[in-house]
């Protein structure tokens, strides 16, 4: 089944309000001292918004910090209390003059009560939503307070879940649309608490006000692609108006008559020569300035600024010979996604700061990436997340925020999940960016493998897989079909668990026989889906991380703090196995991270190349999992505080345009190779083997090779004797490098045929020196010997241009420290280690 949309994407960018007339809506922020409770107690305590009742907490001393030590368990009392916040603010005398004026809240977490000047204005019972009720009658010019009671998301639901009969699979949080992690999970803390993510914002007008803007590609052709703006308005007035649409030097203008009350209309206007919105890797993401200009005569009543981009997109799910297709196609052309899970970027949101959103998405396109997932059981993201994906080109697969649970099917709550996806699909839909929501995280896969069934008895089961069907089958892509202009959907992520032999020939799939089922890594090498959205496995975070939550004596692998940051019941257990495996025993606990960090990114390598490798059969792949919400041990890329783990560095190389993709089959070495480059790309090949002090073994170079777009194919092949004149595999590393016909390098893999237990490392010192250079300080290696997974530290913040790569005997390698740091002696503050020396 195809599903094809052509679509002009927009953000709205809300108006200064000091570059508006007194004639068109008002829009101002409420920025103002707050202050908070615990309720029904007598000492009120200042704090900022946004802001959660931990961090506010946290500001004023009066608790320990959750991320330290072990002090999460200590600090559950404050999910089972009720908390107030509360600020005074003034309200200027052009926007009190106005008819309308309406309190809006974004981020309400969760159950609140909310009054002002004494007089309850709303109540709010989803996070998701916004909230948004006219206050004029409330207002005073000065000393207007504000008031929001939460009431404790434990407390509130517990007789509800009690009334339910049976326990729904996921707990009583299912009973909450509330972010699902705030629980816990395999990786994070559980930490339920409340609070204001937003700050609350006054929208005052008079006559008219423009609303929900939405375009989207009327008619598309190589010169022309003619828009239509959808609007929703509100008036008071009936009025003829002229609406222009405006990009760069042109506009067009439209006459139209307003009628009071709420409507929607539409306008159009002509791009020439439209210039289209593409992913990373296969063009510019290029995106449109317009603006929506209405007027009476010469009254302006009301302006928006877009940001928006044309393109095509489909989600192709159709039979073929192996079962059935699932890939993208972004303006007609197949696109195969590489990229990551992501989760919000900390427990507690209201701390996440714009810098570390872009730094974060900065990295994700550093690693080449062109594609994340957002998952089910965080958020909804800010504006400026999608912003920042619009402008980098990297797609987003949005799931609802539905995750490893079976949801109540009440009038209640179904009422509140529809009001939710209406407003987040119409918020979405304005990005290039989105390109598919899906209805939730593994809900389906669970229902029918998980065992949850067996607790029910055949009237429940019926009940739950009914509410299940009614919102994931019918109301989510209901919605989503009406609202979301053409986006696809997709019930539930995975369509089948691993256990269906149809999960690697149909629709996508999340493969944990590697981790959970302790299957060997080159496991990944035979169960190759059509897509895969979730793989992984974990390891620690970067030292620095541990040692910012621990003291010496907690820096054991089975210590209580340790175990409190590590989430998965038998996570520290199954990277001890399967480092037994592959690795020697480390000599100390920070040995054993390092190599941790190692082995998850050499599995890692081993997945990813896979998928790669089996190009167009399989046609993404989104490992799990790009961020972490606190320090942790976990299945990440980047831990907490942005340090990149191995994995990234090694996603990174994978990700690359053009890869060479060697693998071991019947003693023969075979390379593939994969290009995500729009059109052929001729390389040489280079295969040369060494022995791992210097002795070259073979020497092959094969030119002008086409790697066609379109698919994986081998390019080069050896019998290992011939590769290795004969030589023993535990002495021998493979060197692949691919040119383009400058000699540029395009790819350089080095690759073993043994695992690194069996390699006879030889003892070796890696040589630093040190230049003060204007980004930084430029690091030149080199190493007599094979320098295998070289770990350079420095004693400042900053980051290394690569690092955990091998260094070749007699090779030189310059590597790039961007820091700000000014460093009194360079030479002394940066060290490498190798593999060897953990030993």
Known sequence: MTRLLILFFLTTLAMPADAQTTQTPLRRTIRSAWEFRQAHTDAWHPTAVPVSVHTALLQNKLIEDPFYGANEEALQWIEQEDWEFQCTFDVDSLTMQRKHIEMVFRGLDTYAHVYLNDSLILEADNMFRTWQTDVKKYLQPTGNRLHIYFESPIKKVAAEWESLGYELPGGMRTMTRKAQFHYGWDWGPRFVGCGILNMPELIAWDDFILENIFITTQRFKDDEAVMVAYFRYRSEIEADVTIAFKESKSKSIEHRTIYPGEHEDSVTYSVRDPQLWWCAGMGEPHLYDFTLDIKKDTRQLDK?????????????????????????????????????????????????RPDQYKRLLDDAAAANMNMLRVWGGGIYEDDLFYQLCDARGILVWQDFMYACAMYPGNGKFVKNAAAEAVEQIERLRQHPCIALWCGNNENNEAWHNWGWQMQFTEAQRDQIWRDYKNLFNEILPTYVANYGGGIPYWESSPRYGRANPKSLTEGDSHYWGVWHDE?????????????????????????????????????????????????????????????????????????????SQLLQAEGMRTGLEAHRRNKPYCMGTLYWQLNDVWPVASWSSIDYYGRWKALHYYVRDVFRPVVALPIVEDDILKIYASSDLPGDTTVTIQVRALTLEGKTLSDVTKPDVVVHPDSSRMIWQGYLKTVLDKHKEEDAVVDIVLRNPDGQVLHQRRFYLVPPRKLTLPRTRVNIQVTQVTAGYQLTLESANLAKNVYLHADVPGRFSDNYFDLLPGERRTVLFKTESILDSPQEAFSAKHLQETY
């Open 519 to 595: 299957e060997p890594f080159e496991m990944f090498n035979k169960k190759v889906p059509r897509y895969m959205s979730e793989f992984g496995f974990q390891a620690f975070p970067d030292w620095a991380t541990i040692e910012s939550f621990t003291q010496p004596g907690d820096r054991e692998l089975d210590s209580k703090v340790m175990l409190t940051h590590q989430k998965h019941p038998r996570g520290n257990a199954l990277i001890a196995e399967y480092l037994k495996r592959d690795y020697r025993q480390p000599k100390k606990f920070e040995d054993f991270v390092y190599i």
């Open 304 to 352: 928006a600024d877009v940001r928006a981009g044309i393109r095509t997109i489909e989600l192709v799910t159709e039979p073929d010979s192996a079962g059935e297709s699932f890939y993208f196609k972004l303006n007609g052309k197949p696109v195969f996604t590489k990229g990551a899970n992501y989760i919000p970027q900390d427990i507690f949101q209201d701390r996440v």
